[in-house]
């Protein structure tokens, strides 16, 4: 069942007493929807607000409360021009698990000199409903007063924001401007009785209302008649009169039924120890579809376990093929590694070898060359001083045929000469004596240098022997693991 919970109303009410920012909350003490009754002195807008209330469940503008009441009066003088007016609802109804559910609807009124509605009728409306949710709640509308994000000025801007919401709350969001979709809307999608808010809305058309729209019936049969043209619907009627028309028959058989009780009393007295017998084999019928229905549902439960079970072992099985795969990638993986590591310790081998077989050649080379300049050098050496030698003994002959020439006029100018002569032979002697020295100095360094190279080459070649006992080694290892290898696929196949 639908409760007002709230109502919200804005920019409506008659010229004396128009409703700003207007909220009511008929709840009680524990926050639940629950009747009010609205009292005040006569012009405080009572009716106004019912009328209002009753123009959103009822759109036909001629049924307007007020219009009823005063004919004078139409819906539009109850809105201002040129401000949107607002008329919001919340229902609320009790859900599943007694979660209460809220239901937001409501009209908005413009109302400007040239708006004209779809009949020719001054002002347009605009009905609007959703279930709160998602962001979506009375308190949030776009209307004065209330924590919406902007404040709605005019129809565009409804029009715009129904527009955005319906976007962003497709299925739940509805507006229109017909009356008749929101009077379907209203019955398909909230429940609503028409008749009910008709019989409602006529109690409220006048003081006593109640004995005019309801209290107008003369007979008990006019009075049934209204009750149950509100109790039952018009398509179950037949359905009704058909179950009660069965009924009437049953009560006509009372008698006949009566006298059948009493013989079923007499024959009761006369079966009793069979019924007691039936009554045993039935409790030995129930035992026994009790045990039936335990062994069915032990049988149950073991197949259940069985499937069970089988499902384990497949799944044990898939396991254990899957472990034995990766062993086998895992060995795989070992006998790769193992390759590679020998590949690369003879690679490293060889490429160690090579150095040696590098340095001991440049060792050989830089020896041949050292001993290549060591002898351009000595030679060098004796062939400045041959020359050298050489200018002396020519400059000292031509000294002595000069000498031999001036001998006869002075002797002891020749015996000076042969002084000097002597002297400059023994310097020579002494110079040559100290060439022979600094040759044989030089002669034992290269040959000091040379024993250097031999034993550079020596254990270069050392190391070359050492190199081809490892790459033997190595090359020993590759052939026992080839045949370990062999070995092993042969016990595994």
Request: aromatic share 8%.
């Amino acid at each position: 069942m639908l409760k007002i919970s709230r109502v919200y109303m804005d920019a409506c009410g008659y010229r004396d007493g128009v409703f700003e920012e207007l909220s009511i909350k008929p709840l009680d003490q524990s926050e639940e929807a629950t009747h009010h009754i609205i009292h005040a002195p006569n012009g405080i807008g009572k009716t106004t607000i019912l009328a209002l209330l009753f123009s959103t469940f009822e759109p036909d503008r001629r049924k307007f409360l007020r219009t009823e009441i005063n004919r004078q009066h139409k819906m539009e003088h109850y809105f201002l021009s040129g401000r949107l007016g607002v008329v919001a609802i919340e229902l609320i109804k009790q859900g599943a698990n007694k979660r209460p559910i809220r239901h937001v609807i409501g009209q908005v009124f413009w109302l400007t000199p040239a708006s004209k509605g779809d009949d020719g009728e001054p002002g347009h409306r605009r009905f609007f409903a959703f279930e709160s949710g998602n962001g979506l709640a009375l308190e949030t509308l776009p209307f004065r007063g209330l924590s919406g994000p902007h404040t709605l000025r005019t129809l565009e801007d409804f029009v715009r924001w129904a527009r955005e919401t319906r976007t962003l709350s497709p299925g739940n969001f509805f507006s229109t401007e017909s009356p008749g979709s929101w009077r379907k809307y209203l019955v398909a999608e909230l429940g609503l009785d028409p008749r009910v808010i008709e019989v409602q809305r006529r109690f409220c058309a006048a003081e006593g209302g109640i004995g005019a729209a309801f209290l107008d019936f003369r007979t008990e049969q006019q009075f049934l008649e209204k009750i149950f043209s509100f109790m039952i619907p018009e398509e179950t009627a037949e359905s009704v009169v058909q179950a009660l028309e069965t009924g009437l028959s049953k009560i006509r058989d009372l008698p006949q039924r009566k006298d059948q009780s009493k013989a079923l009393i007499q024959l009761e007295a006369t079966f009793g120890p069979f019924f007691a017998t039936a009554a045993e084999l039935e409790a030995a019928e129930c035992e026994h579809v009790d045990d039936l229905k335990h062994l069915g549902r032990l049988y149950s439960r073991l197949k259940t376990d069985i499937a069970k079970l089988e499902v384990q072992r497949a799944t044990t099985e898939g396991e254990l093929a899957l472990t034995a795969q990766r062993l086998e990638d895992a060995q795989q993986l070992e006998r790769k590694l193992e390759g590679e590591v020998l590949f690369f310790d003879k690679t490293a081998a060889e490429r160690r070898i090579e150095n040696a077989k590098a340095v001991f050649e440049k060792a050989k080379v830089d020896q041949d060359a050292w001993d290549r300049k060591r002898r351009a050098a000595a030679a060098a050496a004796l062939s400045r001083r041959l020359a050298s030698a050489e200018q002396v003994r020519l400059e000292l002959e031509a000294e002595l045929d000069r000498i031999e020439h001036d001998l006869a006029p002075d002797r002891a100018r020749l015996e000076r000469a042969g002084a000097c002569v002597h002297a400059l032979l023994d310097r020579l002697a002494t110079e040559a004596e100290g060439d022979a020295v600094t040759q044989e100095a030089a002669a034992t360094l290269a040959r000091d240098q040379a024993e250097v190279n031999e034993q550079t080459a020596d254990a270069a070649l050392e190391a070359k022997h050492k190199l081809a006992a490892e790459l033997d080694r190595l090359n020993r290892r590759v052939e026992e693991y080839t045949r370990e290898r062999k070995s092993l696929s042969l016990i595994h196949i």
